[in-house]
């Protein structure tokens, strides 16, 4: 079964929340802090430290492909992967519906959205994420 996992982060603390105070809720929502238990609702002991920063910035969330790079490093949606001599970002492609690499083709690839394919997240590295890394400056540090 597909372990699906997410992260967020939040514009205003320009971090990921800690995960272990968000919850995904069966509708679809996201839920900070607290959690249902036996018809109670539970706080989580670090919500406090976050709560109002996380409850006024912008979350954004990040789906865990269920990939990892060559170092064993879990691959999300945002995720900076290195490949070669090139580098990418992580995105859902909606079209295919499936993740994809920006950039990512060569010709050992069967098709151009097939970054995942063929082992091919077996030769990338996590190297950072969208909201740290310009991924422009890294293809001119490349060239």
Excluded at 94 to 113: I, K, R
Aim: with cysteine.
């Amino acid at each position: 079964m597909r372990e699906i996992k997410f992260r967020v982060w939040n514009t205003l603390l320009k971090e990921y929340v800690p995960e272990d105070i968000v919850y995904l809720s069966p509708d679809g929502s996201l839920l900070f802090g607290s959690i249902m238990m036996n018809d109670a609702i539970y706080i989580k002991p670090n919500f406090q430290k976050y709560k109002d920063v996380i409850l006024e910035g912008e979350n954004i969330v990040e789906q865990y492909t269920e990939l990892k790079d060559k170092n064993g490093v879990d691959i999300y949606e945002g995720d900076i992967v290195k490949y070669g001599d090139n580098v990418g970002e992580v995105f859902y492609d909606s079209e295919c519906a499936c993740f994809n690499v920006s950039g990512f083709y060569n010709q050992s690839q069967d098709y151009p959205t097939m970054a995942f394919s063929e082992n091919g997240n077996a030769i990338m590295e996590v190297i950072g994420n969208i909201h740290e890394i310009n991924v422009n400056d890294l293809h001119k540090d490349l060239s």
